[in-house]
């Protein structure tokens, strides 16, 4: 190949990397304006992947490219309080209750003319989608949940768990002190590689990999937003107005209609999951699909097993119309 052509073809190359890769993006909604990864071609049926606490879009690194090369429009943003999203209004009370994270998904697909899409999330991107898809079936083809059902009934007393199972929980109790927010403040970043290291204990990542993801830790609503979730969520911070109706409709443990796959992290200790299907699951995913114990795997399932969320989304958007 003479220096001509070769340089030639190098470019045509590094064009198709460079298409191939995820372009960041924002939009605006009527509260936020939402950051955003976006892989797959335009015209491709939308995916979208939600983060959980403590993470970002890197998340689902590796889980987006085999959904993007079959196709399909893959968006990744970023969830109230983390990276680039940030509240529009600088007197908006920084709030994260359970309804505004499922409300934040439906004004993202708002915003991008989404009439329908797909959805696969973890942690509290597995709520929001999870109430995305309970009060607006009619805007999910289906989904992916990680973790299980965790819509909270915000109304009820909280009931004890077992013992070892409160002791994983140490984090939420300490965030409902106001030592927990000043340790929060000032140990984000430690603080959640921590989480990161004992939530997913087979899971050896590097500080690169961490490091890639904690400076949207440094959002300057990063605190407050996570300080309110797991106070509101045992009655120990009020929530919005707004969103009072919507609470009342999840407290009723709404039902899943999509089609939907769960999976689990077989050493996630913060779920502990069984080795088959509850009654308390095939009582609220009527549609469920599949339900997999992911050998392990921990808490943060599309980093660890990322090929396992890709093939689950793959087969459901592959069976379902």
């Known amino acids: 190949m003479n220096r001509r052509a070769f340089l030639g073809a190098a470019g045509i190359g590094i064009a198709n990397m460079a298409q191939a890769q995820s372009t960041g993006k924002s939009v605006q909604t009527p509260v936020l304006d939402i950051g955003y990864e976006e892989t797959g071609s335009p015209q491709g049926f939308p995916v979208v992947l939600l983060h959980g606490f403590p993470d ?40 994260a209750e359970q309804a505004a994270l499922g409300q934040d998904l439906i004004d993202f697909a708002d915003a991008l003319g989404i009439q329908q899409m797909a959805l696969a ?22 989904m992916v949940i990680m973790g299980g059902y965790t819509v909270q009934d915000v109304f009820a007393p909280p009931q004890p768990a077992p013992p070892e199972a409160e002791r994983e929980l140490w984090y939420q109790w300490y965030f409902n002190t106001e030592r927990g927010r000043a340790g929060l403040a000032a140990n984000r970043r430690n603080l959640c590689k921590l989480l990161w290291q ?46 009072q109706a919507m609470e009342h409709e999840l407290a009723k443990h709404a039902k899943i209609a999509a089609p939907s796959i769960l999976l689990y992290g077989a050493r996630d200790p913060l ?3 069984s080795s088959d299907v509850t009654p308390a699951e095939r009582a609220v995913f009527p549609a469920l699909v599949a339900r997999r114990v992911i050998p392990g795997a921990g808490h943060f399932l599309p980093r660890e097993k990322p090929e396992a969320v890709s093939a689950a989304l793959l087969e459901l958007l592959k069976t379902t119309p």
């Open 271 to 273: 779920v502990r999951p």
């Open 56 to 95: 970002d879009v890197h998340a689902f690194d590796q889980v987006a490219p085999p959904l993007a090369k079959a196709g399909y429009r893959v968006l990744v943003p970023y969830l109230r309080g983390f990276g680039p999203t940030r509240f529009r209004d600088a007197s908006a009370p920084r709030v």
């Open 198 to 243: 004992t939530w997913s204990p087979g899971w050896h990542f590097t500080d690169e990999e961490y490091n890639r993801t904690a400076p949207s830790f440094d959002n300057p609503d990063f605190v407050d937003v996570v300080i309110h979730s797991y106070r509101h969520r045992y009655g120990n911070a009020p929530g919005e107005q707004r969103f």
């Open 121 to 142: 999330g973890y942690d509290w991107g597995g709520r929001s989608a999870a109430i995305a898809a309970a009060l607006h079936p009619e805007r999910v083809r289906a």
